[in-house]
């Protein structure tokens, strides 16, 4: 009895089944158990605006990523399920009637973290049910856009599909013919970006001289592509354009404003040398003599005064340093510069102000405007009052200012002069009421007192009486004026 008693012990220690624990980690129960909490508990973890979370697969691969689409849509919805059961039917009949865990996921709440509908679906569920199908918006586009990466767009609705910003494969036109309708339908819809997204795809794959032959017929195209070369920079491109439309005159300019990217002193004179040999008209061959002499005279008077400056032999450098080199300057400020350091020198030399005005035929108002703004920042009143003396044949001598005298007075107010140099130049003011108004304005009251005076303006006289100061010079001549 003890021997069948041991028999059935050692028979029931030695089944193949074993007994069910908590610690057990390779317990397949357990881990389904631990998987089925573990997804039931994202219903309150997850939350709608919560996308950082990483959301897991049955097969342990995030949801979402390369591997886990392509088998996601590779498998059935039968072998899906019978993939994940397979592992629970290892042991025993009994593990096999458990029901089937469905996931908590449905293909929308994978992205937005939660169903609309508050009821979660199984990944399979949703690519089998038929009835509702949830898609997620970034996965699916509407019918109408997988029309953008075929070939059945015509010209005119794909130039209509770029105007509205949707992206269009231009590489289905292939022909010449196709390329030239895409082209007018693009000119046709006015819209310049579209025109210019035609016209590199054109100039891409096409021949420069069937371009150029088509664009030819085209202006308005032309105008666009010229423009966007300039833009770009393409200036081999565009000189091969302008030579084969005959624009010789366009393909000097071209050639000549490449000078602008020439930094040496030297080499940008040397290059403005050779354009003067270029196919310009009559007006902009001057242009570039004067620019290439300029420069030349730049390069000179720079070598002189820096020596003057270093060595510290001029006192007017040592008083007034230089700001900035004088080289590539227009010249105006040229000009300006040479009134300010060398306005007494000789017309031989190439710094004088008079040489320049010379050379460069620069017009007489141009010239006192410039040469006074220099001579009143030294407050040279006396070089002041030599340009703007003149002498008539007869010897006489008389104030002549080719501005008008009234910006020669803004001027020099500019500059702080004193009102004693101020109300000499006011009085010259021909218009009585502008005359008026700058003495009022700088506090000349020597000329208010007189101008109203020579109108026989009693009341305008009595009431300037009030705006000087009492016991002063000026309210004794007033009074006198009055007294008489």
């Given at each position: 009895m003890s021997r069948v008693r041991a028999d059935e012990e050692e028979y029931w220690h030695s089944s193949k089944f074993r007994a069910f624990t908590f610690d057990d980690e390779d317990d397949e129960l357990s881990q389904l158990k631990e998987s089925k909490r573990a997804v039931n508990s994202l219903r309150d973890i997850v939350d709608d605006d919560d996308d950082d979370l990483e959301r897991v697969s049955w097969s342990g691969e995030p949801v979402g990523s390369i591997s886990w689409s392509i088998k996601e849509t590779a498998s059935g919805s039968t072998s899906s399920l019978d993939g994940r059961d397979s592992s629970l039917q290892k042991g025993s009949s009994s593990y096999a009637a458990l029901p089937k865990q469905a996931s908590s996921y449905s293909l929308s709440s994978l992205f937005k973290?939660?169903?609309?509908?508050?009821?979660?679906?199984?990944?399979?569920?949703?690519?089998?049910?038929?009835?509702?199908?949830?898609?997620?918006?970034?996965?699916?586009?509407?019918?109408?856009?997988?029309?953008?990466y075929s070939s059945d767009w015509s010209p005119k609705d794909t130039v209509r599909r770029m105007q509205r910003g949707k992206v269009c494969s231009l590489e289905r036109f292939r022909s010449l013919q196709d390329k030239l309708v895409l082209l007018d339908e693009a000119v046709a819809g006015h819209d310049g970006n579209v025109i210019t997204a035609v016209l590199i795809f054109l100039k891409r794959t096409l021949r420069r001289e069937i371009l150029f032959r088509e664009l030819e017929v085209r202006?308005?195209?032309?105008?666009?592509?010229?423009?966007?070369?300039?833009?770009?920079?393409?200036?081999?491109?565009?000189?091969?354009?302008?030579?084969?439309?005959?624009?010789?005159?366009?393909?000097?300019?071209?050639q000549y404003r490449e000078h602008l990217n020439i930094q040496d002193v030297e080499k940008r004179r040397e290059f403005l040398k050779g354009c003067i040999g270029l196919p310009f008209s009559a007006e902009d061959t001057s242009h570039i003599q004067d620019h290439y002499t300029l420069l030349e005279r730049q390069i000179i008077i720079e070598a002189n005064d820096r020596h003057l400056e270093m060595a510290g032999q001029s006192e007017l450098f040592r008083k007034y340093p230089r700001k900035a080199s004088i080289l590539n300057m227009p010249l105006v400020t040229t000009l300006f510069y040479s009134c300010f350091y060398h306005y007494t020198e000789a017309e031989g030399m190439f710094s004088s102000p008079t040489n320049l005005k010379k050379t460069f035929k620069i017009p007489d108002k141009q010239f006192v405007l410039t040469a006074l703004a220099a001579r009143a920042k030294l407050r040279a009143w006396g070089d002041v009052d030599a340009l703007l003396t003149t002498k008539n044949w007869l010897g006489y001598t008389?104030?002549?200012?080719?501005?008008?005298?009234?910006?020669?007075?803004?001027?020099?107010?500019?500059?702080?002069?004193?009102?004693?140099?101020?109300?000499?130049?006011?009085?010259?003011?021909e218009d009585v009421e502008t005359r008026l108004n700058l003495a009022t304005k700088?506090?000349?009251?020597?000329?208010?007192?007189?101008?109203?005076?020579d109108l026989k303006d009693r009341i305008q006289l009595t009431a300037y009486k009030c705006k000087v100061e009492r016991g002063s010079a000026e309210e004794e001549k007033i009074n006198s004026i009055l007294s008489n």
């Open positions: 973290g939660r169903n609309k509908l508050s009821s979660f679906q199984s990944l399979s569920d949703a690519l089998t049910d038929t009835g509702v199908k949830n898609y997620a918006p970034e996965l699916r586009r509407p019918k109408a856009e997988y029309k953008d202006q308005v195209a032309l105008c666009h592509l010229i423009h966007f070369l300039r833009e770009t920079g393409e200036q081999k491109f565009l000189l091969d354009l302008l030579r084969f439309l005959d624009r010789t005159e366009e393909v000097a300019l071209s008389k104030k002549k200012a080719p501005i008008g005298f009234h910006r020669v007075v803004e001027i020099l107010q500019r500059n702080n002069a004193p009102v004693q140099v101020l109300q000499e130049y006011v009085r010259l003011v700088y506090k000349c009251h020597d000329v208010v007192i007189e101008t109203y005076r």
